[in-house]
């Protein structure tokens, strides 16, 4: 999985997925704390963190891929759990370390992720590969 992991940069992103975050990051959020929360496996963080920097339009080797790193939390390398598990159980966690009251917003392309997350979450967003609609919100 290491391997595969690691050939993340190559992945195609969601585009309108990253449209949205990039709303969210660049006009007037408000404040808003992104956290990117994948599934991936701590093994390819550097990875990660240039494909996150390239889909959202980052110089990779910018300033700005430096706080990202903070903001992006992963599956510890021995843990084999399912996706949905390991998010929960993130979501939680993160829950735990907020100093007040917070909104926390999950955006997943995994239904099943969203299913079994939606009961700790203020709202949910479903990103479906582009059909000829934008992504369903529940």
Not at 48 to 64: E, F, N, P, Q
Not at 91 to 105: A, D
Not at 115 to 137: H, M, R, Y
Request: contains cysteine; glycine residues 6%.
């Amino acid at each position: 999985w290491d391997a595969f992991n690691q050939a993340c940069e190559d992945d195609e992103p969601i585009h309108h997925m990253w449209q949205m975050l990039n709303e969210i990051l660049h006009v007037g959020n408000g404040g808003a704390q992104v956290i990117f929360l994948t599934g991936r496996s701590e093994v390819c963080r550097e990875q990660t963190g240039r494909a996150i920097a390239k889909a959202i339009g980052w110089r990779v080797d910018s300033a700005l891929t430096k706080p990202l790193a903070s903001t992006i939390r992963m599956r510890p390398a021995d843990d084999h759990r399912r996706a949905a598990e390991f998010k929960y159980d993130a979501i939680v966690q993160i829950k735990s370390e907020l100093k007040r009251e917070h909104r926390i917003v999950l955006v997943d392309d995994d239904y099943s992720i969203i299913s079994l997350c939606e009961p700790l979450v203020d709202k949910t967003i479903w990103v479906q590969p582009f059909n000829g609609s934008s992504a369903l919100t529940r």
